[in-house]
């Protein structure tokens, strides 16, 4: 019933840890080209572990 607004309105991005999509965020208006982990977890995971080849 009130699935009137479109997600699709803002942009996206996946989560290359977590490898999940997330939206953008109003805190990240400014930087939202460097923004490429979904939260600051992830990042600080992204740091500890370098990716593996799978
Ligand atoms: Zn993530």
Redesign the pocket.
Known sequence: MARMRKKSELPSKI?P??M?PFTWRRKWARDWEHVI???VR?RGAAKTRPAKKI
């Open positions: 989560c840890v977590c999940r982990y979904c939260s992830c």
